[in-house]
């Protein structure tokens, strides 16, 4: 249930309004005070609420029920944007996120020189797998604990912020120290005891999108951090499983304008997983930026035909300092910053 205040409505009106709620229900209230509006968001089970006697109060505009089961990454809930801090960095508003670096830390050489040349480029967060969730046991698993520490120092040499892919919630304190971003990856979506613990820090988190979840599902999943308190979400379509076959997945370029309606929360698309092909991700970079996504997150490395993982999706430094360009045109035409 969302309560639309009145404009000017002051604190003591809202108190008496939180005690009445408090006292006829155990729900919570979540104030939200926006550009336009002041809301109260009320979570939980609101069906002891009398809204009669709600909208009685004078500072009471107008009720509203919220027929979604997401409720704090509900648009109505919030309605102005989010944005959310990565280390220097931010996601959502004008200024559009490029992230980019390879899809794992490979060694310091690696990924101090992708470092560089990317932030040289303009991305603005670098990224980087350190513990890889692979389709099989014997493929590279990444460097773990030693990939923090490499993208740490490729962090101290350019200043730009980290994110990378936690798989355990027992490694979440050693990432709340390394990382700027934590990275839930498209197989540990609907990792609920994960997102649980997650929603209990400090530190902004990039939710990709499940294999094949839908929205309402990878919003769900978003709540679950969110329902913890931990706000700090980003989400980032990567891609669904179809029927189609060509792609590696079928990038849902229609999940960015849906979210932008359902959610206030910023979204990123990866166009690299998206595809699994390096070719298509410049198109589909762009494809993502014309229709209002917050950013993307690209997978760049310096010899993507010896990587130790997507090499066969992984774009050279050059080529990404190309895709730079062109979407800096496309951002532009739809009013957004590089
Ligand atoms: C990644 O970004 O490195 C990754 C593994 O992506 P996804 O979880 O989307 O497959
Ligand atoms: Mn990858």
């Not at 939200?32 to 002041?38: E, S």
């Not at 390096?278 to 990587?307: C, F, T, Y």
Request: net charge neutral.
């Amino acid at each position: 249930m969302i309560i639309v205040l009145r404009q000017g409505t002051v604190q003591k009106e809202i108190d008496q309004l939180c005690n009445v709620i408090t006292s006829m229900s155990s729900v919570t209230i979540n104030p939200v005070i926006g550009t336009d509006l002041t809301i109260l968001g009320l979570i939980g089970d609101t069906s002891r609420i009398d809204p009669t006697q709600i909208e009685s109060f004078h500072c009471v505009e107008r009720i509203m029920h919220v027929a979604e089961p997401y409720k704090k990454a509900n648009r109505s809930f919030h309605p102005d944007d989010t944005v959310v801090d990565v280390g220097n960095a931010k996601v959502g508003g004008k200024k559009l996120t490029m992230i980019a670096g390879p899809c794992s830390v490979e060694s310091e050489e690696q990924i101090c020189a992708i470092a560089e040349s990317v932030r040289i480029s303009g991305a603005s967060i670098l990224r980087g797998g350190a513990f890889k969730p692979r389709t099989s046991p014997y493929a590279f698993q990444g460097l773990k604990y030693e990939g923090l520490e490499l993208l740490k120092e490729a962090r101290a040499k350019t200043g730009l912020p980290i994110v990378s892919e936690i798989m355990s919630p027992f490694d979440i304190d050693r990432f709340l120290s390394d990382v700027d971003c934590i990275q839930v990856g498209a197989r540990n979506m609907q990792n609920f005891d994960l997102l649980r613990q997650l929603g209990k820090v400090d530190k902004p988190i990039l939710l990709k999108r499940g294999l094949s979840a839908t929205i309402e599902e990878w919003l769900m999943s978003a709540e679950y951090i969110m329902a913890g308190g931990n706000e700090k979400v980003i989400l980032c379509e990567r891609g669904i499983r179809t029927f189609e076959t060509y792609t590696r997945n079928t990038l849902d370029i229609s999940a960015v304008p849906v979210i932008k309606r359902l959610s206030h929360l910023p979204i990123l698309v990866d166009p690299s997983h998206g595809t699994g092909k390096r070719w298509m991700v410049s198109p589909l970079a762009k494809a993502a930026v014309a229709a209002g996504a917050d950013g993307v997150m690209i997978e760049v490395h310096n010899d993507p035909q010896r990587a130790l993982c997507d090499g066969q999706q992984s774009i050279t430094p050059d080529t990404f300092d190309g895709v730079m360009k062109e979407i800096r045109l496309i951002a532009q035409a739809v009013g957004r910053e590089v």
